[in-house]
């Protein structure tokens, strides 16, 4: 009935892929947890293969790394059963019944999004702050509001799908590193006036990158963004919205030095020990204004 599919990168998903067997079996159904990681190294592999003995666990570590897209339409295509459930490898289980209540309201039409929660103490790990306050102020958002905007809030984190709707779909391959496939995915959905409904049924995000790691990743989102709508809107964000208005301003090429000089400052908040989500949004927009002005042709 049920294949759980879990990519993974360099990270220890043993204590995570326990817990969700055993709610998966609690919940009384046929399923399989399928594992592909993409090419961690034998350090990875040893630590996660002892995966494979459990009972219907199929984990199988990539000669090479293919990408975050290509992962999870292998996954999708080698999946045994009709139901997909997709689920982030950096994840734990906030409840014991998770199997039980993602599943509840399955009725292979509507494309299920669970929750991603954070814990509610900050990492003792200060240089992982940033991370942690961006994902309790801007990811972990209830069902209700989400489901106002079910497209744009899609994210890839824990998902639920028919085999055949994903394999219609798929993620696009062209985008092989982070950043912007789940929101490219949502508009193909909205494209096809697909329903998507949003629980309020949790995972925790436990994987934190560093404040440095994660700017990083999200200037590699913000260079996606740019590259995906670059020949149209394809994908709609707020940074976007704020960015094609302020793109219009005559005087914009005159400002490029005051945004260099805002990228900067606002890095430098983001490093430190007290990082603020203002900043964070000042930093995306300036990125995104100095990648479009490298690339107007």
């Known amino acids: 009935m049920l294949s759980i599919l879990i990519p993974v990168y360099k990270y220890n998903i043993v204590p995570f892929v326990r817990d969700l067997h055993q709610s998966a079996t609690d919940a009384g159904i046929v399923f399989e947890i399928r594992i592909y990681d993409d090419e961690s ?3 990875w592999t040893k630590t996660n293969e002892v995966l494979g003995g459990l009972d219907g666990v199929v984990y199988q570590s990539l000669p090479n790394n293919i990408g975050r897209s290509a992962i999870r339409n292998k996954l999708a295509k080698e999946a045994k059963y009709q139901y997909l459930l997709f689920i982030d490898g950096d994840s734990a289980l906030v409840s014991s019944d998770y199997i039980t209540r993602m599943t509840k309201l399955l009725d292979g039409q509507k494309i299920l999004v669970g929750k991603t929660s954070y814990r509610d103490k900050p990492p ?5 702050y940033l991370r942690w306050l961006f994902g309790i102020k801007r990811e972990s958002i209830k069902a209700m509001d989400r489901q106002k905007k079910p497209y744009n809030a899609f994210k890839t984190h824990h998902f639920l799908i028919k085999k055949d709707l994903f394999l219609s779909i798929k993620f696009n ?8 496939e789940d929101t490219l995915f ?7 006036s697909l329903p998507v409904q949003h629980l309020d049924c949790p995972l925790y995000h436990e994987g934190l990158e560093s404040s ?3 700017l990083q990743k999200t ?10 709508n670059r020949k149209g809107d394809r994908i709609e964000t ?5 960015y094609k208005k302020i793109s219009k301003l005559p005087g914009l090429p005159t400002l490029l030095p005051v945004f260099k000089i805002a990228l900067k400052w606002t890095r430098a908040n983001l490093v430190s020990s007290h990082p603020n989500l203002l900043s964070l949004d000042l930093y995306k927009l300036s990125k995104l204004i100095l990648i479009a002005s490298k690339n107007r042709n």
Do not use: C, M, P, V
């Open 173 to 180: 391959e062209n985008i092989s590193e982070y950043g912007h």
């Open 219 to 228: 200037d590699q989102a913000i260079l996606n963004l740019f590259l995906i």
């Open 186 to 192: 949502g508009f193909e959905l909205k494209q096809r």
């Open 124 to 128: 003792k790990e200060k240089d992982q």
């Open 41 to 43: 190294g034998k350090k």
């Open 212 to 214: 440095t790691a994660f």
């Open 238 to 242: 707020k940074l976007w919205s704020t």
